[in-house]
C-alpha cells in the first residue's frame, strides 16, 4: 500500500513539517498502516488506534526525545514507535529479535521509561522533572497515562507527591472510557477553551497580583476568587480531584481533535506547575471491528481484517479456561467461595465466573496491592477467596501477600496464570519468577499442575485446604486435550512417580513435566533410562519421597520454568541437606537474566528448556568426569 505522508516520517522533525490538516490526512494512513500490519501479526491494536491523534499532536508540539514523552505501559505506544524511527521494522514487533511491544529504553532514544506494568509513568516523569531541575536543565516532562491505569494507586500517590514537590509537569489522561454525558460536552469544552487560553492565564496573574497588594482586604478577595473558581471548575469539570491533589486541571478535550489538541498542548506547553490535561478517545477509533468489541481486540493474535475475527487454530481449550470452568464448580458447590481479580477478568478466566455467578465475582481494577488485602479482609470472616492474578502482576502486592495473608495465616486462594515464559509481552509479563517469591513466605502452600486435570485437583485442594494460604501456578497455552474427569483432593505435599528408571531421576513440577518426560525418551537412546518424577509441591517438598529417590539414584535433577536461583531446585537442595543425603544434583531452569521475547517455544529452546536440551544437559551432567559425589551443579542455559 502507498502512504503519501507515512512514508516520509521518518522521525518527529519530518512530522512539524506537515500542516495540522496534513496531520490529519497522516492519522488515517497510520490506522491503516497498523491495522494492516497486526492483522498480520498480532499485538495490541485497540488502545493504539484510540491514540493516533493524540500521539500525533504530543509529538508536533514537544521536542522529543529532547522534552521527555513517558508512555504508561506502552499498550498506546504502537504510533509512538512508528513515528520514531520504526516504521520499516514494525511488522517484527512482538517477534523473536524484533521490537519489543512495549516502550523500551534500549531500543529508542526516544523510549524514555520502558514498563509493561500499569500506573507507573507519573511516578517516573516526576522522578525525571526532580533530575532535570537539580542539573539546572529546561525541556518538558509529559506523561501520558489510561483511565485504567489510573484505578492504580500508585498513579495517586506519584500526583499527591508531585502536587505537594510543584515540579513543572505535564499529565495527559488519556480516558477512553466514554464516561462523560453528551449534554456535558458543550460547557466542558468552553470552560476548557478558556481556562487555557493566554488571556485567562494573564487575568488570573493579574487578579491574583493586585489583590496581593491590599493586605487583609485582598486576602478576603482572594478566598472569595478562590472559591468562585472552585465552584466552578468543580460543576462543569471532572477535575476537582486532581486540582486536590496539586494539579491544575484542564479538559476533557475531544483526543479525536487533532487542531485542538496541538492548540492545547501549545497553550499549557509554558505553564509552571503540575498540570493534568484530560482527553477522551474511543478505544479502536476508526475500524469498525474494534470500535463495537474494544475488549476483543485490545491484545490480539493475527485476525482477519474485513471482520476482525481472530485465526484460531482447532486444538484443546486455553488452560485459563479449564481453570476458570473448574472455579464454577467450586464455587456452586461451596458457598463461601469468591473470586477476585485485578483488572483481568477474561486474561484470568473469571469472566466465566462473572457471567455464572456475578455475585461472586469482583474486579478492583489495576490494583493488585488492594487485591490482596481486599482478599484478607473476607479471608478473616470465613470467606474463600481465589485471587486470580497473573504471575508477573502478583510481583506487584508481595508485601501484601507476606504481611496481610502469611503473617496472619489466612486461607487465600492464589491462582498464577502465565507460570513461566509468556512469550511476545517478553521479560515484563514472564512468570520467571513465582516459585521463588512465593516459597519464601513461611506457612504458604506452593503447588504446579502438569495438566488440565491436576489443575482442576489443585484448584479443589487449594479451596479445602485449611492451614493457611496456598497458592498454584499454571503456563499460558493449551491444556493437552485430556478427557476431564471428576476434580479430586492432592495430598499436600505428595509428588508421584510417572516413569521408573535407573540412571538418574528427573524431578519436575509444571509444564517441565511433559518436557521432562519427552527428554527421558531422548535419553533412552542413548541407553539412558531415566526416572520422571510429577513433585507437584514445590512447597512443601515430599521429603519422604526423595530421601527414597536418594537411597537409589546418585544423580539427581530438578527442572523448572523458573528463575533458577532460590526456585523449586533450590527447595530440593535444601531438602537434601536436611535430610542428610546430598547427591550430585542438576538443577535446571530459567537464567539469570531477564529473557527477551519470543513465541514461548522459542524461548524455551533458547534457554534450553525444550525436551531436547534438557535431554542434553542431563548428558552432559553423567558424563562429567571428576566430580565430587557430593557436587551441585546449577544449569540456566
Not at 507476606?402 to 502465565?418: A, E, N, S, T, Y
Not at 483432593?489 to 516413569?499: A, S, V, Y
Not at 527477551?596 to 551432567?621: C, D, M, N, R, W
Request: charge should be negative.
Amino acid at each position: 500500500m502507498e502512504y503519501r505522508y507515512l512514508s516520509g516520517i521518518n522521525s518527529p522533525d519530518d512530522l512539524r513539517k506537515l500542516n495540522v490538516n496534513e496531520l490529519k490526512l497522516l492519522a488515517q494512513e497510520l490506522r491503516d498502516f497498523l491495522i494492516d500490519t497486526i492483522s498480520k501479526i498480532g499485538g495490541h491494536l485497540g488502545a493504539s488506534l484510540g491514540s493516533v491523534e493524540l500521539t500525533l499532536a504530543l509529538h508536533y508540539v514537544f521536542s522529543a526525545p529532547e522534552d521527555k514523552l513517558i508512555w504508561d505501559v506502552g499498550h498506546q505506544g504502537y504510533i509512538h514507535k512508528i513515528i520514531t524511527g520504526r516504521r520499516d521494522v514494525f511488522d517484527t514487533i512482538r517477534q523473536f529479535h524484533g521490537i519489543s511491544g512495549f516502550l523500551k529504553r534500549s531500543e529508542s532514544a526516544y523510549d524514555v521509561f520502558g514498563a509493561g506494568h500499569a500506573s507507573t509513568s507519573i511516578s517516573a516523569a516526576l522522578g525525571i522533572a526532580t533530575a532535570r531541575d537539580f542539573m539546572g536543565e529546561n525541556f518538558k516532562v509529559v506523561a501520558v497515562i489510561g483511565d485504567g491505569a489510573m484505578t492504580g494507586g500508585m498513579a495517586y500517590e506519584a500526583m499527591n507527591n508531585a502536587g505537594l514537590l510543584k515540579k513543572n509537569l505535564i499529565v495527559v489522561l488519556n480516558d477512553n472510557r466514554m464516561s462523560i454525558a453528551p449534554n456535558v460536552w458543550a460547557i466542558s469544552n468552553y470552560f476548557s477553551s478558556l481556562t487555557v487560553t493566554g488571556a485567562y492565564n494573564k487575568l488570573k496573574t493579574n487578579v491574583w497580583d493586585l489583590t496581593g497588594r491590599l493586605d487583609s482586604v485582598g486576602d478576603r478577595l482572594r478566598r472569595v476568587a478562590g472559591r468562585l473558581e472552585s465552584g466552578m471548575k468543580a460543576v462543569v469539570t471532572p477535575g476537582m480531584l486532581f486540582e486536590a491533589l496539586g494539579f491544575r486541571y484542564f479538559g476533557p478535550f475531544n483526543g479525536h481533535n487533532i487542531s485542538q489538541l496541538v492548540k492545547t498542548f501549545r497553550e499549557v506547553k509554558d505553564l509552571g506547575g503540575p498540570l493534568l490535561v484530560h482527553v477522551t478517545t474511543e478505544k479502536g477509533k476508526g475500524y469498525l471491528p474494534a470500535e463495537e468489541d474494544r475488549q476483543k481486540l485490545h491484545g490480539v493474535v493475527a485476525f482477519d481484517k474485513v471482520t476482525g475475527n481472530q485465526l484460531k487454530k482447532n486444538g484443546p481449550p486455553a488452560l485459563t479456561k479449564v481453570f476458570g470452568e473448574a472455579l464454577v464448580e467450586v464455587a456452586r458447590a461451596n458457598q463461601k467461595v469468591v473470586g477476585v481479580t485485578a483488572a483481568m477478568p477474561e486474561g484470568t478466566g473469571l469472566n466465566i465466573l462473572q457471567k455464572e455467578l456475578p455475585d461472586k465475582f469482583f474486579d478492583v481494577g489495576i490494583a493488585e496491592q488492594h487485591a490482596v488485602t481486599f482478599c484478607a479482609g473476607m479471608a478473616t470472616q470465613g470467606y474463600i477467596p481465589v485471587a486470580a492474578i497473573y504471575s508477573t502482576f502478583l510481583q506487584r502486592a508481595f508485601d501484601q501477600v507476606i504481611h496481610d495473608v502469611g503473617i496472619q495465616h489466612l486461607h487465600v486462594v492464589f491462582v498464577l496464570d502465565r507460570g513461566g515464559l509468556v512469550g511476545a509481552d517478553g521479560p515484563t509479563h514472564h512468570g520467571a519468577f513465582d516459585l521463588t517469591y512465593l516459597r519464601l513466605v513461611p506457612g504458604m502452600v506452593v503447588m504446579a499442575p502438569k495438566d488440565e486435570n491436576e489443575l482442576r485437583d489443585m484448584l479443589l485442594t487449594a479451596v479445602n485446604h485449611t492451614g493457611g494460604p496456598i497458592a498454584l501456578r499454571y503456563p499460558r497455552g493449551n491444556a493437552l486435550g485430556l478427557p476431564l474427569r471428576e476434580m479430586r483432593e492432592i495430598p499436600i505435599g505428595k509428588g508421584e512417580i510417572l516413569r521408573r528408571g535407573s540412571d538418574v531421576v528427573i524431578l519436575a513440577v509444571g509444564n517441565m513435566v511433559q518436557h521432562s518426560l519427552k527428554a527421558a525418551e531422548i535419553l533412552s537412546k542413548d541407553e539412558v533410562h531415566a526416572e520422571v518424577v510429577n513433585m507437584r509441591f514445590v512447597k512443601p517438598i515430599d521429603a519422604d519421597l526423595l530421601a527414597e529417590l536418594a537411597e537409589r539414584f546418585d544423580h539427581i535433577v530438578t527442572v523448572e520454568d523458573n528463575t533458577v536461583r532460590g526456585g523449586f531446585g533450590s527447595a530440593v537442595l535444601e531438602t537434601l541437606q536436611e535430610i542428610e543425603k546430598p547427591r550430585r544434583t542438576l538443577s535446571i531452569g530459567l537464567p539469570d537474566s531477564f529473557v527477551e521475547h519470543a513465541t514461548p517455544e522459542q524461548l524455551y529452546e533458547l534457554v534450553g528448556l525444550h525436551p531436547e536440551g534438557i535431554a542434553e544437559k542431563i548428558l552432559s551432567f553423567l558424563n562429567v568426569e571428576g566430580t565430587s559425589s557430593k557436587q551441585t551443579v546449577l544449569v540456566s542455559r
